[in-house]
């Protein structure tokens, strides 16, 4: 499929990115330690950006599948070879990078150590979500030999992403002299300690709060502890997939729709919403349609309408960013967590301040009107399904969106009648090549059962 051609084709290609590489960037056993994480890099972005993140957003009907493979998504027919793909993107061209950079070059370079951990949480934090259980402990070894990692179960590989980012943040506070050199290929914060280390807080926060549903207060305890850590003050910080303006440079989103336009088309339930609240950030998230305004596509193919909106400029032009893990994000959190200690003024402040820096961001200017009837809730009127609902429009094209659903069930969305299972999907089948090469693989096919966090 041309989708998982888009996505294998942006980690060789990189030329801007990988220009520091002395050897063949694609081999990291021979590659320079910059190349290796520039390598990295880019393997999660496609694995944040791509393929993923459009599942994320048809499924919470962010997005419409219209047309070609969308319309199987659309339906709900995700078999084990559609996934082959993502799962190879993020232990072949990740994972077993983060294991090699770190071995080969972590003892005499913490923060080279210290920026591989961070990266290898957050995708084995995506296949954990995606699969359930996952390899973890043994994830990334085939080229020591061990062709067939045994999986870990969901739990213990939540405690294990705790404790890889904790080692991450140590190695990036030690002092910059214990370097032999200075981090380079860093696509992302061009080897400054202190984003990161904010960025493992902020993870660390993220799958704390991600367990609400089977430990709800302590999960809040730590998330806010975590967020404190993370001190983070603004967008200027934001950990995001970078982008260039040509090749396979593109923007994920830009690149599919170039490529197979009239796919994908904007949601009819998210625009509709948009529409109704007089959302400003709309015309920046879709495109206008072919009467001039904004529409989105019915959740059902049969109904849809390629003359609706496409993504709109701010996340589909040719060098857009991808945020995978941001200040907004960051002030969700701290709202649903003070929310479920009982905290209701700190939740409403920072649901409101959410709301806020999210239109700030997305538009460039503030909207009193709609910062009036949306950003200014108060301790007897913030609700989970204010603070979850402004989180969804708030992190559009993000796969958080699926997992926030799954977890809280807000927003409350009608699956489409005709999809070929009795509701939207909430795990992935397991990969076909795992079933039949991996003897230790757990085995999903019932895509509509739950990982282990998703106790709704």
């Known amino acids: 499929m041309l989708l998982l051609s888009l996505t294998a084709a942006v980690l060789p290609g990189c030329s801007k990115y990988l220009e520091d590489a002395t050897e063949n960037p694609n081999d990291p056993s021979i590659g320079s330690p910059g190349s290796m994480l520039a390598n990295i890099e880019v393997a ?10 459009r599942r994320a957003a048809i499924l919470t009907q962010q997005m419409s599948g219209t047309d070609g493979q969308m319309i199987q998504l659309a339906n709900y027919q995700i078999l084990e070879g559609d996934v082959t793909n993502e799962w190879k993107g ?37 296949a ?52 032999a050199y200075f981090p380079s290929g860093d696509l992302v914060f061009a080897g400054d300690a202190a984003s990161w280390i904010s960025s493992a807080w902020l993870l660390k926060a993220r ?15 730590l998330a806010l502890e975590y967020l404190n850590n993370a001190a983070l003050t603004g967008s200027e910080n934001d950990l995001n997939a970078v982008f ?19 796919y994908m088309r904007m949601g009819k339930y998210f625009v509709d919403t948009l529409t109704s609240s007089a959302d ?29 909106s496409a993504i709109g400029p701010y996340f589909g032009s040719p060098a857009s960013v991808a945020p995978i893990a941001t200040f907004v994000e960051a002030k969700f959190i701290e709202a649903e967590a003070k929310l479920r200690l009982g905290d209701n003024d700190g939740a409403s402040t920072a649901h409101n301040d959410a709301v806020k820096a999210s239109i700030l961001q997305i538009t460039g200017a503030n909207d009193d009107t709609y910062e009036a009837a949306y950003a200014a809730e108060f301790a007897g009127t913030i609700s989970l399904d204010k603070i979850m609902y402004q989180k969804y429009v708030a992190l559009f094209t993000q796969v958080e969106v699926w997992n926030d659903w799954r977890r809280t069930n807000i927003p409350q969305l009608i699956a489409n009648p005709s999809g070929v299972v ?5 795990i992935l089948p397991t990969s076909q090549d795992e079933r039949l090469y991996n003897n230790n693989a757990t085995v999903i096919t019932n895509i509509l059962s739950k990982v282990w966090w998703d106790a709704n």
């Open 128 to 179: 954990t979500d995606m699969w359930g259980d996952v390899p973890f402990t043994e994830a990334g070894l085939g080229l020591t030999g061990n062709t067939e990692p045994k999986y870990d179960t969901q739990q213990s590989i939540y405690t294990g992403l705790q404790a890889l980012l904790t080692e991450a943040i140590g190695d990036l506070s030690k002092d910059p002299s214990t370097n």
């Open 280 to 308: 400003p950030r709309l015309p920046f998230y879709a495109a206008l349609d072919d009467n001039g305004g904004y529409s989105g596509s019915s959740v059902d193919p049969s109904e849809g309408d390629v003359t609706t």
């Open 90 to 126: 993020i232990y072949n061209n990740a994972v077993i990078n983060c294991n090699l950079l770190v071995e080969t070059y972590g003892e005499k370079n913490p923060y080279y150590a210290g920026i591989a951990k961070v990266l290898k949480a957050l995708n084995i934090g995506l």
């Open 207 to 221: 799958y704390a709060n991600r367990l609400s549903q089977v430990d709800p207060s302590g999960s809040a305890t």
């Open 422 to 426: 009795n509701g939207i999907p909430t």
């Open 44 to 53: 999660t972005f496609s694995n944040y950006a791509g393929n993923s993140a």
């Open 244 to 262: 260039g303006e040509g090749g396979t440079e593109l923007n994920q989103w830009y690149a599919f729709e170039s490529a197979r336009g009239g």
